[in-house]
């Protein structure tokens, strides 16, 4: 069976639980071009939503490739942090495709690890990577995400993950010291609960309460405000938040073995990455015994690139079958 090819022009989308970046890439090969970035709560549907915007444009796309931040089933998906649910052939009817795929947003990212410029990462963990070894990519944004990338040859596979529901528990004093804060009112406490916009937001409210400060009514941008102007509170809170990101980092990396590297992508790790303490980090992420000469093999580097998502899409977007995704089951035609 021959590879598919996604007619052009293809629309490419970023869709997580807070915004959804639309941009088109008008030929086979080509850089997306920024179209609209649209708040997933101001529809109330991804149709309404995409066609918002297609509407204004003189030429409409003829494919779509959307990365959804929630669990996919084949031709389906739903966002985990918004209500919005996706059905890839009806959004073909829709909107008037010819045809299209869903892809977990974190899948868009670990394909971009495949076309990466050194320019677009910072290196936290320089480690020993191997070239060929499988690569990580995960952050917090407004949910937890994590994709790997496993290469062979000159293809690969994208795997995607629902890591950030996997428990967690206290591993220091300081820990468990802060947990009873940071788990209240938690069914379950999960990464994802803790490593994310809102967790900055608990890991706060739980360093003033440890401090018998007064609770003030902040935002995780707030958050990240203050301490990048020194306010002690925040800047605690941001100091916990990477040493459990760290901690949380090396244990995936372990998981999927990632000699070839993790990659810390998401809106919040690059925002707060002039706070990020490079020895202490490399300490945490490493600390695994007893298998530290497996660990200190694992490099980890913060993704700066803002378009990082759009450019992986449009990797898929140009050779779906380098990444494993020529799959029939998951394409969807109108």
């Known amino acids: 069976m021959s590879a598919p090819r996604f007619p052009s ?40 939503a995409l066609e918002s ?31 919005w649910h996706f059905d890839g052939p009806k959004l073909a009817r829709a909107l008037g495709l010819e045809q299209g795929l869903l892809v977990n947003d974190f899948e868009g990212l670990a394909a971009y690890l495949g076309v990466l410029r050194d320019k677009d990462i910072v290196t936290l963990v320089p480690g020993k990577p191997e070239p060929s070894g499988p690569r990580l990519v995960l952050g917090p944004g407004t949910g937890f995400g994590a994709a790997a990338l496993l ?16 428990g967690i528990g206290p591993e220091d004093p300081a820990e ?8 209240e009112g938690l069914p379950r ?8 916009g809102d967790g900055l937001v608990r890991f706060h409210r739980a360093v003033v309460r440890e401090s018998g ?43 999927y073995k990632a000699t070839g590297g993790v990659y810390l992508a998401g809106g919040i790790a690059p925002r707060i990455l002039p706070l990020a303490d490079k020895a202490t980090i490399h300490a945490v992420f490493s600390a695994k015994p007893p298998v530290e000469d497996l660990a200190a093999r694992f490099a980890l580097h913060v993704i700066t690139s803002d378009a990082a998502a759009e450019h992986g899409i449009a990797a898929i977007a140009t050779a779906p079958e380098r990444f494993g995704l020529d799959d029939p089951a998951r394409l969807w035609f109108a």
């Open 9 to 48: 022009p293809v629309l490419i989308a970023d869709i997580g639980g807070t915004n959804c970046r639309l941009s088109l890439v008008s030929q086979p090969g080509g850089a997306p071009e920024p179209l609209a970035r649209v708040p997933t709560g101001a529809h109330p549907t991804p149709e309404a």
């Open 53 to 83: 915007v297609l509407a204004t444009l003189h030429t409409r796309p003829r494919s779509a490739i959307l990365a959804v931040a929630g669990p996919l089933d084949g031709r389906s998906a739903q966002l985990t942090n918004a209500n």
């Open 151 to 166: 290469s062979r040859g000159k293809s690969g596979v994208l795997v995607p993950t629902e890591c950030g529901h996997i």
């Open 176 to 183: 468990v010291r802060l947990w009873p804060a940071l788990s």
């Open 189 to 196: 406490v999960t990464i994802e609960a803790l490593l994310r």
């Open 213 to 255: 400060l007064a609770e003030p009514d902040v935002s995780a941008a707030d958050v990240t405000t203050l301490a990048l102007d020194g306010n002690p509170a925040a800047l605690m809170a941001v100091v916990c938040f990477w040493r459990l990101l760290a901690r949380v980092a090396g244990d995936l990396a372990l998981a």
